[in-house]
């Protein structure tokens, strides 16, 4: 389906970047013939990517009309860049080579009810931490892409929230995350992220929705390969649309939100509303760590914690069908560490009700797809939001200066 406008195409030098990406070597007149673009144009950003040293020549391939064509090859050691996920109740860090590959990850310990000022340091020391057992110094790393919740001012890097404390609303988190690291340092929307480290190179349906489940709810848009960020890179904030207008006034504004009845969070609540229960599923009272139990416990046949479930799942099944009857795509991807293991019952009830009641279902098919590696998708997203800012930015070709 290629059904938004073409204005939402990559910049030539992230378009020929992914297609190096897909293919192992390959030559300027093949990108022409894959992209459409004229010769000029390619080799224009060809040299941008040698200049960087993301690209080398490596020998020549006899073409059809006894011209020899020069083969190009992406390095995807010449760079790596750092993707941080985090919400109050979870934190993973990735560090990522300019192919997208993940070569170190590591857990990060969650905010909790901290402070910023008592998380960032933490998290700039776990980094520096973690691009030492990689083996990497600071000038190896394009720097630090950070997913988290919203609302957030991209631009500016900072939250505009006071979750999970007061002191985390309006706090330069990027620029404090700079400052303690030396690397500089991108925000990004963590369903953004996810969509964005969900996409394979070579992607033949390039167009699919996200949804991000971690201690919220949220959504993320892949258009022609690029995010939707919506007016304020705040867009799809699928966990705050309405599935009941009775419902509990969400603290958003709204009533009957999807995220305060099929989040982790309103799951693990309404398990520990019933002591019995609690005990008997072992919750401790973390969300996230909860949440995996009563996934578990309903995976092993507790009526109970099957029946929360069941309340979760079919509630972010309808908003889902909401989701994809306003946005027309061909597929859904589930990402984030709330499905690491009930990901598979949370596909097949979302499956089940989009194909039972998505408006186009006899038009298009709508397939719902549970990411690779749903845990670290948004991580993976937000480090290659560092890659795409350098090649989107107008001085691409221009070495990073090196702090
Ligand atoms: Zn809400």
């Known amino acids: 389906m290629r059904a938004f406008g073409a204005d939402t195409r990559l910049p030539t030098v992230a378009l020929v970047l992914d297609l190096l990406r897909e293919r192992t070597t390959v030559s300027r007149v093949e990108l022409a013939e894959a992209t459409g673009l004229t010769r000029a144009t390619i080799t224009n950003a060809v040299r941008k990517l040698i200049d960087l040293g993301f690209v080398h020549e490596v020998g020549?391939?006899?073409?059809?009309?006894?011209?020899?064509?020069?083969?190009?090859?992406?390095?995807?050691?010449?760079?790596?860049?750092?993707?941080?996920?985090?919400?109050?109740?979870?934190?993973v860090a990735v560090?990522?080579?300019?192919?997208?590959?993940?070569?170190?990850?590591r857990e990060l310990p969650a905010p909790g009810g901290r402070d910023p000022d008592a998380v960032v340091p933490e998290f700039a020391a776990l980094v520096r931490d973690l691009l030492a057992s990689a083996g990497l110094a600071r000038p190896d790393v394009l720097g630090i892409g950070l997913a988290t919740y919203g609302p957030q001012d991209r631009d500016a890097g900072v939250l505009l929230t006071p979750q999970p404390t007061p002191a985390w609303q309006g706090y330069p988190l990027a620029a404090a995350l700079a400052e303690a690291t030396g690397l500089p340092v991108?925000?990004?929307?963590?369903?953004?992220?996810?969509?964005?480290?969900?996409?394979?190179?070579?992607?033949?349906?390039?167009?699919?929705?996200?949804?991000?489940?971690?201690?919220?709810?949220?959504?993320?848009?892949?258009?022609?390969?690029?995010?939707?960020?919506?007016?304020?890179?705040?867009?799809?904030?699928?966990?705050?649309?309405?599935?009941?207008?009775?419902?509990?006034?969400?603290?958003?504004?709204n009533r009957g939100c999807v995220d305060g009845v099929a989040g982790p969070v309103a799951v693990t609540?309404?398990?520990?509303?019933?002591?019995?229960?609690?005990a008997r599923l072992g919750l401790v009272g973390d969300p996230l760590a909860d949440f995996r139990s009563v996934a578990a416990a309903a995976a092993a046949g507790d009526p109970e914690a099957g029946a929360l479930i069941g309340v979760s799942t079919r509630a972010l099944a309808v908003a889902v069908v909401s989701m994809v009857n306003l946005l027309d795509v061909g597929r859904v991807v589930l990402v984030g560490n709330a499905f690491a293991d009930?990901?598979?019952?949370?596909?097949?009830?979302?499956?089940?009700?989009?194909?039972?009641?998505?408006?186009?279902?006899h038009v298009h098919e709508v397939r719902v797809e549970l990411a690779a590696d749903v845990s670290c998708?948004?991580?993976?997203?937000?480090?290659?939001?560092v890659l795409r800012n350098l090649l989107e930015s107008p001085n691409v070709g221009d070495r990073p200066a090196e702090g």
Do not use: W
């Open 186 to 253: 991108a925000i990004e929307n963590d369903a953004t992220a996810a969509g964005i480290g969900a996409q394979t190179p070579g992607d033949p349906q390039p167009n699919f929705a996200v949804v991000f489940m971690s201690g919220g709810i949220g959504a993320g848009l892949i258009i022609d390969g690029r995010p939707y960020r919506g007016a304020t890179s705040n867009g799809l904030e699928l966990g705050h649309i309405s599935v009941d207008s009775e419902g509990p006034r969400c603290v958003c504004g």
């Open 60 to 91: 020549t391939a006899r073409s059809q009309r006894g011209t020899p064509r020069r083969l190009l090859e992406l390095q995807p050691k010449a760079c790596h860049m750092v993707g941080v996920q985090f919400d109050s109740y979870a934190a």
């Open 269 to 278: 609540d309404r398990a520990r509303s019933d002591p019995a229960l609690a």
């Open 95 to 105: 560090v990522v080579d300019l192919a997208g590959a993940v070569v170190a990850r």
């Open 377 to 385: 998708a948004a991580a993976v997203g937000a480090a290659m939001v």
């Open 342 to 361: 009930i990901g598979p019952v949370y596909r097949q009830a979302l499956q089940d009700e989009v194909d039972r009641a998505v408006f186009m279902r």
